[in-house]
């Protein structure tokens, strides 16, 4: 319902906005902007839909150069008339996601309209400027290498640079590996060495010529890093060392916090390396599977289509592979680049294997076989591609959910191919309803685009059984979107196949919701979408 309060908010208020006077795709950039923190993305979202519909291409030019346009404004308590460019009478949010979203696309927008905008946001003269919106300037005019030296600057403010390094020297005085590398405050680094001198601390050995005194003054921001290189490569020795060296007394007694926090030191170290150990036997396959690495390569390399047969006996050890070594056997073997040929046979076979594979080695498989391969077409999949990704899904799903379908909705290079082979597998026959219901939990928790659209009308034409809470997030969603999607026909094809195939599921609130979304719709569809609403009156 608060989605549905929001649409008319925005519609009474935007002849009042600052962009006003703009033609109306820029209005509609400006209102998506301002409709939350996700405002870059439903910006993003927008042009893709205006672009979608094959008509002139987005007049970012004009647009930047509505945004360092100057207009008499009434500001301050004295009501005095000031020239403020619009890019500063927009709210802040908007400010912000308008900078995010130029960052997005910097390399495609007119940098002659491009560098007035950043020197304007760069010259903000109010009493508290934003420096969040400062720093997004600043990184964007790094990107687009506009003469600035980029040497001893910094996007962070003064202020946030001075609570940076405060919070840097509180976290120093922790422990010796956490510290400022740069020159200390006398006062406080004189004091604190001091207390470290006058504490006492048995056992202490004398340091080597190569060890450099521990005296703030004597000591730079280079020779701390060169001693932290020293202490890396040393590792183990020179913990053994210290942990000889630091070991208390026999009577236990007179010890203070300093101390038994340095004595605890090499115990954690021992502990940290310990762990590294079994991370690098982690990232080894086993021996009996890596010995028969170079068999199953060429097994894959020989495959054709129609090849049938028992899996190979090699297979059944993936089942004593913890995942990183699923995944570097999967690098060994080059399942990216296997051909389509070759990924239904492996599948066919990785489906027979008894017990099933566990669900993280099941998704660092499907990443392997089908993430890279699918967002690389750049035409309709083949048919084997399609029947080893739906065969494959039928048995592990939730795998296929979380490494395939989020994924790939996600990706900047998502386009036709990609949304067809999505398509075809959510229409297959063999998808489980239960498998449906997870699929639509993992698009409800995405962020929107026109490619979802497509995809989720796809699914919700097999009219997927959900509870009435999951109903409720989709419709809210949906209206939520209405703003953003006014010339989307992808959207208004998906509205329409949820007011005629859930119509018995949408309530009163949800009509309301419905109502408000679908009147800035500027569709060839508007009609039937109005009569459809129209039947869902009580």
Same mark, same amino acid.
């Given at each position: 319902? @608060?989605?549905?309060?929001?649409?008319?908010?925005?519609?009474?208020?935007?002849?009042?906005?600052?962009?006003?006077q703009?033609e /109306?795709p820029?209005?509609?950039l400006?209102?998506?902007?301002? @409709?939350g923190?996700?405002?870059?993305?439903?910006?993003l979202?927008?042009?893709?839909?205006?672009?979608?519909?094959?008509?002139?291409?987005?007049?970012?030019?004009?647009?930047?150069?509505?945004?360092?346009?100057?207009?008499?404004?009434?500001?301050?308590?004295?009501?005095?008339?000031?020239?403020?460019?619009?890019?500063?009478? %927009?709210?802040?949010?908007?400010?912000?996601?308008?900078?995010?979203?130029?960052?997005?696309?910097?390399?495609?927008?007119?940098?002659?309209?491009l560098?007035?905008?950043?020197?304007?946001?760069?010259?903000?003269?109010?009493?508290?400027?934003?420096?969040?919106? +400062?720093?997004?300037?600043? %990184?964007?005019?790094r990107?687009l290498?506009a003469?600035?030296?980029?040497?001893g600057t !910094?996007?962070?403010?003064?202020?946030?640079?001075?609570?940076?390094?405060?919070?840097c020297?509180?976290?120093?005085?922790?422990?010796?590996?956490?510290?400022?590398?740069?020159?200390?405050?006398?006062?406080?680094?004189?004091?604190?060495?001091?207390?470290?001198?006058?504490?006492p601390?048995?056992?202490?050995?004398?340091?080597g010529?190569?060890?450099?005194? @521990?005296?703030?003054?004597?000591?730079?921001?280079?020779?701390?890093?060169?001693?932290?290189?020293?202490?890396e490569?040393?590792?183990?020795?020179?913990?053994?060392?210290?942990?000889?060296?630091?070991?208390?007394?026999?009577?236990?007694?007179?010890a203070?916090?300093?101390e038994?926090q340095?004595?605890?030191e090499p115990r954690?170290a021992?502990? !940290?390396?310990?762990?590294?150990?079994?991370?690098?036997? &982690?990232?080894?396959?086993?021996?009996?599977?890596?010995?028969?690495?170079?068999?199953?390569?060429?097994?894959?390399?020989?495959?054709?289509?129609?090849?049938?047969?028992?899996?190979?006996?090699? %297979?059944?050890?993936?089942?004593?592979c913890?995942?990183?070594?699923?995944?570097?056997?999967?690098?060994?073997? +080059?399942?990216?680049?296997?051909?389509?040929p070759?990924?239904? +046979?492996?599948?066919?076979?990785?489906? !027979?294997?008894?017990?099933?594979?566990?669900? &993280?080695?099941?998704?660092?498989?499907?990443? !392997?076989?089908?993430?890279?391969?699918?967002?690389?077409?750049?035409?309709? /999949?083949s048919?084997?591609l399609?029947m080893?990704?739906?065969?494959?899904?039928?048995?592990?799903?939730?795998?296929?959910?979380?490494?395939l379908?989020?994924?790939?909705?996600q990706?900047?290079?998502?386009g036709?191919?990609?949304?067809?082979?999505?398509?075809?597998?959510?229409?297959?026959?063999?998808?489980?309803?239960?498998?449906?219901?997870l699929?639509?939990?993992?698009?409800?928790?995405?962020?929107?685009?026109?490619?979802?659209?497509?995809?989720?009308? &796809? %699914?919700?034409?097999r009219?997927?059984e959900?509870?009435?809470?999951?109903?409720?997030v989709?419709?809210?969603?949906?209206?939520?979107?209405?703003?953003?999607?006014?010339?989307?026909? /992808?959207?208004?094809?998906?509205?329409?196949?949820?007011?005629?195939?859930?119509?018995?599921?949408?309530?009163?609130?949800?009509?309301?919701?419905?109502? /408000?979304?679908?009147?800035l719709?500027?569709?060839?569809?508007?009609?039937?979408?109005q009569?459809?609403?129209?039947?869902?009156?009580?």
């Open positions: 319902m @608060a989605a549905s309060e929001e649409v008319p908010a925005v519609a009474e208020g935007a002849d009042s906005a600052p962009w006003a703009l /109306a820029a209005r509609c400006m209102q998506a902007l301002q @409709a923190p996700e405002g870059a993305w439903r910006g979202g927008l042009l893709r839909a205006l672009g979608s519909r094959g008509g002139e291409p987005f007049g970012w030019g004009c647009v930047l150069e509505a945004l360092c346009r100057e207009e008499p404004v009434v500001e301050g308590p004295d009501c005095r008339l000031e020239l403020k460019p619009l890019l500063l009478r %927009l709210p802040p949010l908007c400010q912000r996601n308008l900078m995010s979203l130029l960052m997005a696309l910097g390399p495609s927008l007119p940098e002659s309209g560098l007035p905008v950043l020197q304007i946001a760069r010259q903000d003269q109010s009493p508290n400027p934003d420096a969040w919106l +400062q720093a997004l300037g600043e %990184l964007l005019r990107d290498n003469g600035v030296a980029t040497e !910094s996007p962070l403010s003064t202020n946030c640079q001075r609570q940076l390094q405060g919070l020297r509180r976290l120093g005085q922790g422990g010796r590996r956490l510290k400022l590398a740069q020159a200390p405050v006398p006062e406080e680094e004189q004091e604190e060495g001091k207390e470290v001198k006058d504490s601390r048995p056992g202490k050995r004398r340091k010529p190569e060890e450099e005194p @521990a005296s703030p003054q004597g000591e730079q921001a280079p020779k701390r890093f060169r001693r932290l290189e020293r202490e490569e040393g590792g183990q020795e020179e913990e053994r060392r210290e942990s000889e060296s630091l070991e208390p007394p026999a009577d236990g007694g007179g203070s916090p300093m038994n340095l004595g605890a954690e021992g502990q !940290s390396l310990e762990e590294a150990k079994d991370l690098a036997e &982690s990232l080894e396959l086993p021996k009996a599977l890596q010995d028969q690495v170079p068999r199953l390569q060429q097994l894959l390399k020989t495959f054709g289509e129609g090849l049938e047969g028992a899996p190979p006996l090699e %297979l059944q050890l993936l089942h004593e913890s995942p990183s070594q699923t995944d570097l056997l999967c690098a060994q073997l +080059q399942l990216p680049q296997l051909s389509d070759a990924l239904l +046979q492996l599948c066919t076979w990785l489906l !027979s294997l008894s017990p099933d594979l566990s669900l &993280s080695n099941a998704t660092i498989l499907t990443r !392997s076989l089908f993430l890279r391969r699918i967002l690389s077409l750049t035409s309709s /999949a048919r084997l399609i080893a990704l739906t065969s494959f899904c039928t048995k592990y799903a939730y795998p296929v959910c979380r490494a379908l989020g994924p790939v909705l990706a900047p290079e998502t036709p191919a990609q949304t067809e082979l999505l398509c075809c597998l959510l229409k297959d026959e063999a998808l489980a309803p239960d498998t449906q219901v699929m639509l939990g993992q698009i409800l928790e995405l962020p929107w685009k026109e490619d979802t659209f497509v995809v989720l009308q &796809s %699914l919700l034409e009219q997927v959900m509870t009435p809470e999951k109903f409720g989709l419709m809210e969603k949906l209206c939520k979107e209405g703003p953003v999607a006014t010339a989307s026909v /992808a959207y208004a094809k998906l509205m329409l196949t949820v007011m005629t195939k859930y119509q018995a599921s949408i309530t009163e609130i949800h009509r309301l919701g419905l109502a /408000a979304a679908l009147e719709n500027t569709t060839f569809l508007r009609k039937p979408l009569a459809a609403l129209r039947h869902l009156a009580p």
